[in-house]
């Protein structure tokens, strides 16, 4: 199997582009669970649906911002190619900070709980990136190291790994647990937040291995052998995951 599978589909005179397709789908199954889980919390909707609006403004400027600063070389001769978006080039973990302090600015401003309004989107965000890495997967984005697994796609004559649908599968799996964990943590505010943040850390951190090293302008850049999203994750993970553990045993303790 090739690693492009399918970039556009054509109906007609118009032309969709499936990585974008499909991340607006994402998007769009997380924002209406994440309706569905503020509906049951007796939470404003129309508080949700702008803050929908701030995330996907935000991430896509803090994604593209790692992005460019990650890859200055290829942008401080031109720096108008910087908001070329549409030519790629963005950070899932950039994005997810950006929309982080997105949310932290909107919850001030309109005096909500910043806890009670992350757990409300964290499992609905698991949901869009499992949708959304679909996209990256059918485009052949993210060439993967050399491998025997399976799920690889051939690139050049060699079998790798297929780390966007790694990524992809992973969103689902987090979705289905955190619905799972969903009744147990429902009263312990930040707990599921402080969980989606501790899985996607150390997730993210191991399948980044699988990602290619040794071909020279597709690969990602490494820093003492790891790339910057595993760096961010190792902190990540180190942070979020005692912080989800005090969460539990703070609760038991009240009891």
Known sequence: MPFTKLTVINIGP?????????????????????LHEAKKKKMKSDNFIDLFILIFVSSIIGSRLFYVVQYWD???????SVFSV???????????IFAILAILIY?????????????TIAPGMALGIGIGRIGCYLIGDHIGSKTNFF???Y?????????????????????????????FLRNKEGALTYFFLAWYSVSRFLLDFTRAADIEG??????????????????????FLPLFINKLTCSKRKK
Not at 22 to 27: E, I, K, P, S
Request: hydrophobic residues 55%.
């Open 14 to 34: 118009v032309n969709i582009q499936v990585w974008g397709l499909l991340v607006a789908l994402g998007m769009l199954a997380g924002l209406l669970f994440t």
């Open 74 to 80: 290829n942008y401080k001769d031109n720096l108008m």
């Open 86 to 96: 549409n030519e790629g080039g963005l950070v899932f973990l950039g994005g997810v």
């Open 107 to 119: 919850v001030k401003w309109k005096k909500l709980s910043f806890w009670k309004v992350c757990d």
């Open 151 to 153: 799920l690889g796609s």
């Open 155 to 183: 690139y050049n004559g060699d079998l790798r790994h297929e780390p966007a649908l790694y990524l992809s599968i992973n969103g689902f799996v987090l979705f289905f647990v955190m619905l799972l964990l969903l009744p």
């Open 218 to 239: 597709l690969s990602d850049a490494r820093y003492w052998n790891l790339t910057a999203s595993q760096w961010l994750c190792m902190a990540g993970f180190l942070v």
